[in-house]
């Protein structure tokens, strides 16, 4: 009977370290599968990881059409890496494009929790963002795509 429930503990252990494996993971502009398209052109998708556990940190794509604008903030800290053309951004309480910064391709940014941004493109740009859940985004409906 003990040796049954010893390797039935090891089967477990086994088991449970087999299932925190992960798989190397690696994209570009090219490789990511959109798996949310809006009306307004923008494109969304779920790399890695789940938004909705707390503590559990996921990876996201965002592609952002040339000329859409939108202003928002999120729950969590955001760490973005442009991929794929350049992203604009300014911060502060309403949409604004005229003080936006642009950051090209290669460009790593720090968006803190909570902190309103605006954020478009001039050129077809795509991120790649990191993040801990759980993961909201609220926007204050200012959106502008021509």
């Known amino acids: 009977m003990k040796t049954i429930v010893a390797t039935f503990a090891l089967f477990i252990t086994l088991m449970a370290a087999h299932a925190q494996t992960k798989t190397a993971l690696a994209w570009d502009a ?3 599968k959109w798996q949310e398209v809006y009306p307004d052109g923008t494109k969304y998708s ?3 990881g789940n938004r909705d556990i707390p503590g559990q940190a996921f990876t996201y794509a965002f592609f952002i059409p ?3 604008w939108e ?3 999120h729950s969590q800290d955001a760490r973005v890496a442009v991929i794929k053309g350049a992203l604009r951004v300014s911060f502060g309480e309403t949409l604004d494009k005229k003080n936006a910064k642009s950051y090209p391709v290669g460009a790593f940014l720090l968006v803190p929790a909570n902190a309103k941004h605006s954020m478009g493109a ?4 795509i991120i790649i963002g990191t993040a801990v859940g759980p993961w909201s985004t609220k926007h204050n409906d200012e959106h502008h795509h021509h």
């Open 122 to 125: 001039d050129v077809d740009t």
């Open 66 to 68: 040339a000329g859409y």
């Open 46 to 48: 779920l790399l890695e």
């Open 30 to 32: 090219k490789s990511i």
């Open 71 to 73: 202003h928002h903030w």
